[in-house]
């Protein structure tokens, strides 16, 4: 229902945009996130957005350097992410929420989440 994409290798300060495009549920009734995974740490918030795109949070690492975004005539979140450093490499994977908006302290937890894409791997290095 959720596939991932946009993941690949680039140099440390480069740019990578990832796609995640839904079916099979109304998208636009709910808030979605990106999640990632680093290699030998647990699954971690990294950025949410409500049903229409007018709010958007992000995990403080991320902040002025990722912007989540969603087109919902498309179907599809997006994370645009800048100024990568080694630290942003891991599978990087999108979350459909239960509720249109993304609520604090409950958006941070992949428990929270109701479908999950496939993961899309992002590797920085120089």
């Known amino acids: 229902q959720l596939q991932a994409s946009g993941g690949g290798p680039v140099q440390i300060g480069g740019s990578l945009r990832l796609s995640c495009a839904a079916s099979?549920?109304?998208?636009?009734?709910?808030?979605m996130a990106w999640f990632r995974q680093r290699p030998g740490k647990e699954r971690e918030f990294v950025a949410a957005?409500?049903?229409?795109?007018?709010?958007?949070y992000y995990e403080d690492s991320v902040k002025g350097r990722f912007a989540i975004s969603r087109d919902n005539a498309k179907n599809t979140v997006y994370l645009q992410m800048n100024s990568l450093n080694p630290e942003d490499t891991a599978a990087y994977y999108c979350?459909?929420?239960?509720?249109?908006?993304?609520?604090?302290?409950?958006?941070?937890?992949?428990?929270?989440?109701?479908?999950w894409g496939q993961g899309t791997q992002v590797t920085v290095s120089s």
């Open positions: 957005i409500n049903w229409s795109g007018g709010m958007t």
């Open positions: 099979g549920l109304i998208f636009s009734d709910y808030a």
């Open positions: 979350a459909s929420g239960r509720y249109r908006d993304s609520y604090y302290p409950d958006r941070l937890s992949s428990s929270s989440y109701r479908y």
